[in-house]
């Protein structure tokens, strides 16, 4: 069995933790698919690469009523897709050839499995360990068991942005992020598209009040079906498409819907790799929703208590499955692994997030129901205000009849406990709200407390913050001013 000083399994945020500090540690990373981990080879990094120019594609649609007739003239599905993956792939393998170069470090290409605590086995059979292991494993997306699913003009968010044309129709099985991207950048790059959702809701976990108003605007854009259950995937032979997909209405499963498709993109979510990893055979805890067990050190857990040189990070462990959190986390578990007297924590307090549809949604906090709920159980009261972007100039600018900002505010101190936005770009107007959640100035003082550049877009912001029903001069705000002013 070779022993190392530290083996670090996944090669995503968990590459970032290596740095001049662990300079002469012999080290092991594993990962067994593409180096560079989910992010930048089929997540975060690609999917905006295409959903950009998808999004110049609506603009033309929408410049109409402004007075400007656009249209596109050609898609080169071809070209935008070898221009996406020859940056990435070269990155990607760069990376590799990279952590190849280091004396220090062994790189295996191959899955791995706990056979025992802190024992591992690769696929190819040679046994390893090592004093300190950091699982960074990630996770996979989730193939519903239905008859066809392995069928080549079926996809995942792993495969779907490598297809040599842009399909004629696209079935998106899935009402969450991942389907709602996806649904964008095909509809607005020219394919017919159908969203279908098992539940009635698409985006379930954001505030309803935001899920709605993007159904609405993305109903206008490519068709929804909800309350539909996948039941088969059938190939076809006619001109007309390459599958036919059926749904069964769950509650009366005598009801059906089929779909000509093209291209199946099945977007039901994303499962860590406790699974695959074994991690129950190293003596760590899985919880109920198969995420691997950690405390707030992003130590992994065994019976409940720190398992003895284990952490974990990023999807395997983290219900947020967001680059930002596992780079956070890294950074964590990176400090920790040599300061074992001087433990830092990951903040989870305030995790935002972005949804880069049509149109963009941000979040970041509770959702007006989770607020009420926390109100009731700590004798609060809260206070809501939703702004339209039409209501500010640039709305006006823009003709906007979509977008709204929505804060949720504690009553009698004016701290923010909710930001959700829906609309053009929503990923950048909520920067400055999660900076004043994180930093816990309240929303008067954010609002009156600084310059708002005027006419820009953030004045929506501005005037939601100015909306709240929260003091002028609240217990959180700072006692002196800045400046001398």
Not at 43 to 57: D, N, V
Not at 197 to 223: C, G, T, V
Not at 404 to 433: D, F, M, N, Y
Request: proline residues 5%.
């Amino acid at each position: 069995m070779r022993t190392f000083d530290l083996i670090i399994i996944g090669s995503g945020s968990g590459n970032s933790i290596l740095n001049e500090d662990y300079e002469g540690l012999d080290v092991a990373i594993i990962d067994g698919g593409t180096f560079g981990g989910t992010c930048l080879n089929v997540g975060c990094i690609p999917t905006k690469m295409y959903a950009y120019p998808a999004t110049l594609a609506r603009h033309t649609a929408d410049a109409d009523r402004l007075g400007v007739r656009a249209e596109v003239q050609e898609v080169r599905w071809r070209e935008m897709r070898d221009r996406i993956f020859g940056r990435i792939d070269a990155i990607s393998q760069g990376g590799l050839e990279y952590r190849r170069t280091l004396p220090q470090v062994t790189v295996y290409q191959e899955h791995v499995r706990f056979i025992r605590p802190r024992v591992l086995r690769t696929a190819s059979g040679e046994e390893i360990t090592a004093p300190q292991i950091v699982v960074a494993s990630g996770s996979r997306p989730v193939r519903p068991n239905v008859p066809g699913i392995d069928l080549p003009q079926v996809h995942t968010s792993d495969t779907v942005m490598r297809i040599d044309e842009l399909p004629r129709r696209v079935v998106v099985v899935g009402g969450g992020y991942i389907g709602a991207e996806f649904a964008h950048v095909f509809s607005s790059l020219g394919s017919r598209v159908t969203q279908v959702n098992r539940s009635q809701r698409l985006l379930r976990y954001h505030d309803p009040e935001i899920a709605e108003r993007f159904a609405r605007e993305a109903s206008r854009q490519w068709k929804l079906e909800t309350g539909w259950a996948l039941s088969a995937i059938e190939e076809w032979a006619g001109d007309e498409c390459a599958a036919m997909v059926t749904f069964r209405d769950p509650e009366d499963p005598e009801l059906t819907l089929r779909l000509p498709a093209d291209v199946v993109l099945v977007a039901t979510g994303r499962q860590p790799n406790t699974d695959v990893l074994d991690a129950r055979a190293g003596g760590l805890d899985v919880r109920e929703d198969g995420l691997l067990a950690v405390d707030e050190y992003q130590r992994a857990l065994s019976d409940g208590a720190p398992a003895e040189g284990v952490w974990a990070l990023g999807d395997i462990s983290s219900p947020y499955q967001l680059k930002h959190v596992a780079n956070a986390e890294a950074r964590t578990v990176q400090h920790n692994l040599l300061n074992p007297g001087d433990l830092r924590a990951t903040d989870h307090r305030f995790v935002p997030s972005a949804v880069f549809s049509s149109p963009q949604i941000a979040s970041v906090g509770m959702t007006q129901d989770e607020a009420e709920q926390w109100a009731v159980e700590h004798g609060a009261e809260i206070t809501v205000k939703v702004q339209d972007y039409g209501a500010t100039a640039y709305g006006w600018a823009m003709e906007d009849h979509t977008g709204l900002c929505k804060l949720i505010a504690e009553k009698g101190t004016g701290r923010l406990l909710g930001a959700h936005l829906v609309g053009e770009e929503a990923s950048l107007l909520i920067q400055p709200l999660v900076q004043a959640m994180s930093f816990g100035l309240d929303a008067h003082t954010m609002a009156r407390g600084q310059y708002w550049i005027h006419p820009a877009l953030t004045e929506v912001v501005e005037n939601a913050l100015l909306g709240l029903e929260v003091p002028e001069h609240s217990p959180l705000a700072r006692q002196e001013l800045v400046g001398g002013r």
